[in-house]
């Protein structure tokens, strides 16, 4: 039988930093844009892949990739958001096959109305207590971690690019 790998106290220390943000960060986004939006902190992000698209509207399948999310979890998600009129779904065109989410003008109202109290809690949760080589350091870790979760890359999180 071979000894567990035990973390260092380093690596426990650090992990246990890094496990605490993992629990105190989505749950206060999760609260700002519940009381302020009415919304889920994943429900806003469908919404804003849907507002980067220049259709506003993507493949359901499509969509559960830019979200990093599963199938399932996506077609619950935007059944919720299609009940508050906010997305609605139909057959993609061409091959009939799969279904197209797609932001209405009501979605997209309500994510830009959403967008700036969500940026000043992200800011005031994880960038105002850094510098900016802090900043940039905390990229590079995300990269790193990220490269080696997902070596063929599936993961997204580049952000759009602005002409």
């Keep these: 039988m071979t000894e567990p790998r035990w973390l260092t ?9 890094f496990a605490a943000l993992l629990t105190v960060v989505p749950a206060a986004l999760d609260t700002q844009l519940q009381r302020d939006a009415g919304l889920t ?6 919404l804003a892949m849907l507002s980067e698209h220049p259709e506003r509207a993507l493949r359901m399948s499509d969509l559960a990739a830019r979200s ?8 619950h998600v935007v059944a919720r958001l299609e009940q ?7 057959r993609a065109c061409g091959d009939g096959r799969g279904n ?17 109290g969500h940026v000043n809690k992200v800011r005031s949760l994880i960038f105002d207590g850094l510098s ?9 870790l995300c990269a790193a971690m990220l490269a080696h979760l997902d ?7 580049a952000p759009p690019t602005r002409d």
Aim: hydrophobic fraction near 35%.
């Design 84 to 90: 508050r009129g906010w997305v609605r779904r139909h």
């Design 41 to 46: 902190h994943f429900g806003y992000w469908v």
């Design 9 to 17: 106290d380093e690596q426990q220390c650090a992990w246990r930093k």
């Design 68 to 75: 990093n999310a599963s199938p399932s979890r996506i077609s």
């Design 100 to 116: 197209v989410a797609e932001l209405t003008d009501a979605g997209y109202d309500k994510l830009v109305a959403s967008a700036p």
């Design 132 to 140: 900016q080589a802090q900043v940039h350091q905390l990229d590079e």
């Design 151 to 157: 070596p063929a890359g599936t993961l997204t999180t």
